[in-house]
Each structure stands twice: as C-alpha cells, then as structure tokens.
C-alpha cells in the first residue's frame, strides 16, 4: 500500500491531469449512436419538460409577492408580506435541488436555514431581508422562467420533428387512408401542390428525422448545463458559506490529529521510554547494594544497564524523528527523505527537485506523509524497490511514492492512507491513490506551497 498514478504520471499531474481509478467502460456503440436511447437523454429531456409549468408557478408567485410586499411597503405589512415571499422561494428551492438531484444527477448542499437573533418573529423577519440566499432563490425564480420557455421550445421542438421525420415511412399511410393526400405536404398553392410520398422523399426524411434524433440529445445537455449553472449558482449555499463549513471541518480533523499524536506520543513515552528507564534506575540501585557485597555482579548489573540505556536513546531518538527531525529542520526536505529512505525495509530511490525551501509547517506535513507512505511500502506492499518524487508545480508541492509491490491499496476502505488524506485536506492538500491490483502503486499527495 502506498503511492498514486500510473506510468508517467509525473508529467501528467504537473501538467494538472487527474487520473482515475477505474477504467473508462467499453461500448460497441459509439455515444452519438447511443445517446437518443440513454437513460441520461430521457432524464435531462424530462427535466426540460418539467421546467415549463413549475417555472410558471415560481415566476408567478414570485412576480405577485414582490409586487404586494413592495406596495405595502408603505405601510408595516409590506415587510413581512415581503420575507413571507422569500420564504416560500427558500421552499420551492428545496423541491428545485430535489429535482435536479434526482434528474440531472447534481448534488447541491442545502444553504444554512434563517435563524433569528432571538427566535421571535420580527427578528426572523429581518434574518430572511438581509439573506443573500433568499434574494438569490427569488433571482432563481425570476430568471428560470424565460430560460424554461426557450429551453423547453427548443428541446420539444428538435425530439417532436426528429423523431417524426425518422419514422415518417412507418405512419406515412395514414394520410391516404384517413385524410385523402399523399404524404405531409411541404409546398400548395392553388395550382400546384407537394408531397412526401415518393421512395425517394420517404428515404431523405426518414434520413433528415435521423440527424435530428441524433443531434437532438446534444441539444437537450447544453440546454441543461444552462439549468445546472442556475441551480448550483443561485440554490446553493454561497461560496463563502461553503468555504465557512469547510474550515470548521479542517479545523476539527487538525483538533482531532494534534489530539492522536499527542496520545501516540504518551504511549510512546509511558510503554517504551519511560518503561526502561525506571527499569534501569531500579537496576542502578540493585547494583549499588551489592557494589560491596559482589562487585562482579554489580560490574554484570551496570553493563546491562548501560544496555538499556542505549536502548533507551534509540527510542527517544525515533519518537522526536517522528515527531519532527532534526535533520529536517537543519537540511530540508532532500536530506529528510532520504534518511527515511534509508531506513525503508526495500531500496528507495528519492529525487528532490525543489529551488527553495517551503514553510515549516507544510514541510513537516510532505515530511510525515513520504514517512507514511514508505511505511506502508515496507509493512503491506511485498514490494522490491521504491521511488519518492517531489517537486513544485506553480503554487502547489507535489510529492509521489511509487513501489512495485501487489497493489490494491483503497483511499475508502477506512485504512491509514484515508486518515493521511483527512490531513492533508486539512491544509487544501489533495492525496490521490491508484492501486490496481497486481500492481504497481502510486500516491500523490498535493500540498499548498506557503514560502
């Protein structure tokens, strides 16, 4: 387990590419073949269809409430006439998200409810007035209507004639059965009249009906991406709201981490450290009683003492390098490395381009997630050789281990390397894994760049 992207992947992820775990789905079909019968097609047209009597309604009720609430605004009613308006947008924005949720596939956070400094009515009042999220659910409203008109003219229009036209030679009898013509009839004056009915004509329309069935589903996704920017833009929570909730959530996974290493950190002292020291001082006491009575053992007694004080050092030195090393601090990220490197249970190669140093803080966060990863080289990859990458890319460090090993690491099966990535997006940071089963694996982790 360890390390991300596949083959070359260096320059891919310099050059911002994202690569994903799973491979692109093989069709016989090719997709303009495949897209008039996809379920993606039907969902995104009825999305469209839907638009126009809901649009209706929102326009309307907004268009009525912001009209009475302005007119009263002479008097006091105006103002709750006015918030009430911008409720029920908040209201049928829910429905909105619903729909788009469930047609188009788009995930919108719900914005944060309106709550009132003192829970009374008046202040919820004045809550809802001063909230760009209802002023921007009224703009929904307001706008969406003659966009749901074009686009539901449209996207009728292009799948009514398309398919018409397609299958034209299939109804085509009805009209000299039932209405007394030929065919439909393209042209007609008082002398002079045309008609589809020809093999010829049946074949070009037929011929014409498929590029419009064809063409139609196209239609039909750039007509909804239009939808799917007024929804994400104006039902969602704000941008900064958005970055306010994320904030609060990296703040309590780096509560959270600084409260594990420092427990991490007491076991360490109280089992290993801490342990043979009083075990030593109670040997350098026995020792001393029988300095007299049999120097020889006492002499036996001292040098396992001194043993376990080395011992002691050792474990010591390793809980303050895991903590942050001194050759860190001293040489930078090039010697840090590769003295992890070094100590890696397989051969690594480490390659450190970097023209400056970055800020201790994200220093230390690259240091910890190499000493990671390598970790779980020499732990579950049954790898033969390894190589560490860093480098920086505009404003971002980039750090890659890559092993040779079984592969079949997973960033969502709960293990340590979704604990890593926790960290690092508590910094903007970015850990991105592909494992295949069999090999190999690469991890990038992605990191701000603070000088």
């Keep these: 387990m360890a390390t991300a992207y596949g083959p070359d992947t260096r320059d891919h992820q310099r050059s911002g590419a994202n690569p994903g775990n799973n491979p692109p789905v093989k069709h016989f079909f090719p997709a303009v073949l495949r897209a008039p019968l996809e379920a993606r097609t039907w969902r995104e047209f009825g999305y469209l269809l839907l638009s126009l009597p809901i649009s209706v309604v929102l326009f309307s009720f907004a268009i009525t409430m912001t009209s009475l609430g302005a007119g009263l605004l002479i008097t006091f009613l105006g103002i709750p006439?006015?918030?009430?308006?911008?409720a029920m947008c908040r209201g049928f924005g829910v429905m909105e998200r619903a729909r788009a949720r469930g047609l188009l596939k788009l995930e919108v956070a719900e914005p944060a409810p309106v709550r009132g400094r003192t829970g009374g009515l008046m202040s919820w009042v004045g809550?809802?007035?001063?909230?760009?999220?209802?002023?921007?659910?009224?703009?929904?409203?307001?706008?969406?209507?003659?966009?749901?008109?074009?686009?539901?003219?449209v996207s009728l229009t292009f799948w009514v004639y398309g398919w018409a036209a397609f299958t034209y030679p299939l109804w085509q009898w009805v009209f000299p059965a039932y209405v007394g013509v030929d065919g439909v009839q393209l042209y007609g004056d008082a002398t002079h009249h045309f008609y589809l009915d020809s093999s010829f004509e049946l074949t070009a329309t037929s011929a014409f009906g498929l590029v419009l069935v064809l063409l139609t589903p196209w239609i039909i996704r750039g007509l909804v991406s239009v939808d799917r920017v007024m929804v994400y833009g104006l039902l969602g929570p704000s941008?900064?709201?958005?970055?306010?909730?994320e904030l609060e959530s990296d703040r309590g996974v780096v509560v959270d981490t600084a409260a594990a290493d420092l427990r991490r950190i007491e076991r360490d002292l109280h089992d290993g450290a801490q342990a043979r020291l009083v075990a030593l001082?109670?040997?350098?006491?026995?020792?001393?009683?029988?300095?007299?009575?049999?120097?020889?053992?006492?002499?036996?007694?001292?040098?396992?003492?001194?043993?376990?004080?080395?011992?002691?050092?050792?474990?010591?030195?390793?809980?303050?390098?895991?903590i942050h090393p001194a050759v860190l601090t001293d040489r930078g990220l090039d010697a840090a490395l590769s003295a992890?490197?070094?100590?890696?249970?397989?051969?690594?190669?480490?390659?450190?381009?970097?023209?400056?140093?970055?800020?201790?803080?994200?220093?230390?966060?690259?240091?910890?997630?190499?000493?990671?990863?390598?970790?779980n080289v020499s732990k579950h990859a049954q790898a033969t050789r390894a190589t560490v990458d860093v480098w920086r890319t505009a404003d971002r460090l980039l750090l890659q281990v890559t092993d040779n090993g079984r592969g079949g690491a997973d960033l969502s099966a709960g293990s340590g390397l979704a604990g890593l990535a926790e960290r690092l997006g508590a910094v903007d940071g970015v850990?991105?894994?592909?494992?295949?089963?069999?090999?190999?694996?690469?991890?990038?982790?992605?990191?701000p760049w603070r000088g």
């Design 239 to 245: 941008r900064l709201a958005s970055r306010v909730v």
């Design 281 to 322: 001082a109670m040997d350098l006491g026995l020792a001393k009683e029988k300095l007299t009575e049999d120097p020889e053992a006492a002499a036996r007694m001292v040098d396992e003492a001194h043993g376990e004080v080395k011992v002691a050092l050792q474990e010591l030195r390793d809980l303050a390098r895991g």
């Design 431 to 447: 850990l991105v894994v592909d494992s295949p089963v069999g090999g190999p694996t690469r991890v990038t982790a992605e990191l």
């Design 81 to 86: 006439v006015l918030a009430l308006g911008l």
């Design 127 to 153: 809550a809802v007035l001063k909230s760009g999220v209802s002023w921007r659910h009224l703009l929904y409203a307001l706008l969406h209507f003659p966009w749901a008109v074009f686009a539901f003219t």
């Design 340 to 375: 992890i490197a070094s100590r890696c249970t397989v051969p690594v190669t480490v390659e450190v381009d970097l023209a400056s140093r970055p800020a201790q803080a994200i220093e230390g966060i690259a240091y910890f997630t190499v000493s990671e990863l390598l970790q």
